[in-house]
């Protein structure tokens, strides 16, 4: 994706253009070095993926989720999306509506904790998660990201009667097969997001319910 944005030249007249005028430029994971090959981060402070931070030539590099300098705000990629997301909703959003985000999605740190068992490690290989109209996208498919990214394999199933689905935010989502046809005796584990009123169309799903009573 990065060298495909960097060969665009819409992409990259837009970022000098707006970075020159003052205007909001944001870039997060391999990103960052579009904006150094533009001579965007000369003396600023950024970050970027470890696997690109010297890549970004001219840059004070900071070991951070998430940097501000002036109209230019870089993140080091996943672990750092929720925070640059919501450093950007801080930027764009009305007051009250920023607030509200950050109060949503505000978490205190937590240490990685592994699932033991008898003191090995349980690995699972087959995960559904479970999406109905309404579900919380954010939850749902960040999620779906972490497991498949650790090789796990996902299915999403549909709760909705329909492969196709609407997220709680109005984003489309397509499904890899109804709840009902899938068969659960190798699957490991059943995910249940959140999000309204996505929660209460899961718990009107017996396939769901059922499926989780089993479990």
Do not use: W
Request: glycine share 8%; charged share 20%; net charge neutral.
């Amino acid at each position: 994706g990065t060298p495909n944005l960097a060969a665009n030249k819409t992409v990259t007249d837009t970022c000098v253009s707006f970075a020159k005028s003052g205007k909001k430029v944001a870039t997060i994971c391999a990103a960052p070095s579009v904006l150094a090959s533009l001579g965007l981060l000369e003396g600023k402070k950024a970050t970027a993926h470890a696997g690109f931070q010297d890549k970004l030539a001219g840059a004070a590099v900071l070991d951070a989720e998430v940097v501000v300098d002036g109209n230019i705000t870089t993140s080091y990629g996943l672990g750092g999306a929720i925070p640059f997301a919501l450093e950007l909703v801080r930027h764009a959003a009305c007051r009250p509506c920023g607030m509200r985000l950050l109060s949503f999605f505000l978490m205190r740190r937590r240490r990685a904790a592994f699932i033991r068992n008898q003191g090995g490690l349980i690995f699972m290989s087959k995960a559904v998660v479970f999406f109905a109209e309404g579900t919380e996208e954010c939850e749902a498919l960040l999620v779906v990201d972490l497991l498949r990214r650790a090789k796990v394999e996902v299915t999403i199933a549909s709760a909705s009667g329909s492969r196709e689905i609407v997220s709680s935010h109005k984003v489309h989502i397509t499904a890899d097969a109804l709840a009902e046809d899938i068969d659960y005796s190798d699957v490991d584990m059943v995910v249940l997001p959140g999000g309204i009123p996505g929660t209460p169309n899961l718990a009107a799903n017996k396939t769901v319910t059922d499926t989780c009573v089993s479990f």
